[in-house]
């Protein structure tokens, strides 16, 4: 810029200059706050920080964020503020993802709310729903990539050609699949699957998400220490997750009677009353919102029962009753499933299911 002399041109300098100082200066703070932030994001994502986080009390704000997560109500997430407190237990956000040690703190209050005061089942069941929707928030950030997480011994469901469930145990594992022996009514009616076909099965992690998978059949084995034929089957990353029931169930093997429900009012005035003959059965699952149950009897759809039964590791006859919803007839052609929903079951017998299938009593 030419230099005139006159006021107007040293205006101009003065100004261009002063905005070269402010860009300059806010460059400056710019970068200066850059730094800070580097350092902080640096500092709060060393290993030191991060364990740091993890092993520090509960805070209300981890209540929050797990509340969320979770899907808590109010009650439910002011139970786990007492918890967390009452046990000094550390990060719920770390800690709710640890299903022994989540266990744990929860088996030691169940205990407490059922043996050091007068029990309160209304608080039981607050109790257990906050429960069940910590594991699923949990498992909803599970994932699987392959079957390879199956382990010997360990129970799966496999599915014959007549797409029949069966409850199998992983016989070996090796570094390509597993092994498993085949029941003796599925080689004997011919549902085996052949080498190379397809086969559809269920595994479960530990923490109850289950995984449907579709395999393939290798070969067909016998052992040096069995003369039992097994059946090798592939891993494979055709794995998807089993979208959850309204309740956590458990596989059981109890013996129960049931007596049908006969209406003698009418349809808009209906009177329950419960049969006095009774049938024998075996529930093979149960939760609180249903059970699954084996018997000779082909008992339609939509029959309302009258179900008493025990439950592993109790001493007390339990009752609920419920209707059916859907029957099926196993490849024996002489036992039925029924698969029944409860209508009318107390609280108590609720909370006792829960306790049984979580390990609590």
Request: hydrophobic fraction near 40%; charge should be positive.
């Amino acid at each position: 810029m030419v230099d005139t002399g006159s006021l107007l041109d040293a205006r101009s300098v003065s100004f261009l200059y002063v905005f070269i100082g402010v860009v300059v200066s806010l460059l400056a703070v710019a970068a200066i706050a850059a730094v800070f932030i580097y350092r902080f994001i640096a500092q709060t994502h060393t290993k030191e920080w991060l364990e740091a986080q993890k092993n520090r009390e509960t805070k209300l704000k981890d209540i929050d964020y797990v509340a969320k997560e979770a899907n808590l109500t109010q009650l439910e997430k002011i139970r786990l503020w007492h918890i967390c407190r009452r046990y000094k237990a550390r990060n719920i956000r770390f800690l709710y993802r640890s299903v022994d040690e989540l266990n744990s703190m929860f088996r030691e209050e169940y205990e407490r709310m059922t043996t050091k005061q007068a029990r309160n089942d209304e608080k039981i069941a607050i109790f257990f729903s906050l429960r069940y929707k910590l594991e699923n928030a949990h498992n909803r950030k599970l994932t699987a990539s392959s079957t390879r997480g199956i382990k010997a011994e360990k129970k799966i469901t496999f599915y014959d050609k007549n797409n029949s469930p069966w409850q199998i145990k992983v016989a070996k594992v090796i570094e390509s699949g597993f092994y498993i022996e085949l029941p003796e009514l599925v080689n004997a009616q011919e549902k085996r699957p052949n080498p190379l076909e397809k086969v559809k099965i269920t595994f479960t992690f530990p923490s109850g998400q289950a995984f449907n998978a579709i395999t393939r059949a290798v070969r067909y084995e016998k052992f040096p220490d069995s003369d039992k034929e097994l059946l090798l089957l592939a891993n494979s990353t055709q794995i998807k997750p089993v979208v959850r029931r309204g309740a956590k169930r458990m596989n059981v093997d109890e013996e129960v009677t049931f007596s049908a429900i006969k209406n003698i009012g009418t349809k808009d005035k209906p009177v329950l009353e419960v049969q006095q003959k009774k049938y024998p059965g075996t529930m093979k699952d149960i939760s609180a919102t249903g059970c699954k149950i084996f018997c000779a009897l082909p008992i339609i759809k939509g029959q309302m029962l009258d179900i008493q039964f025990h439950l592993p590791g109790k001493e007390l006859e339990y009752e609920a009753q419920g209707i059916i919803v859907a029957t099926r007839v196993m490849p024996d052609k002489k036992t039925f499933v029924l698969h029944v929903q409860y209508i009318n079951i107390e609280q108590f017998v609720k909370n006792d299911i829960y306790s049984v299938i979580y390990g609590y009593s």
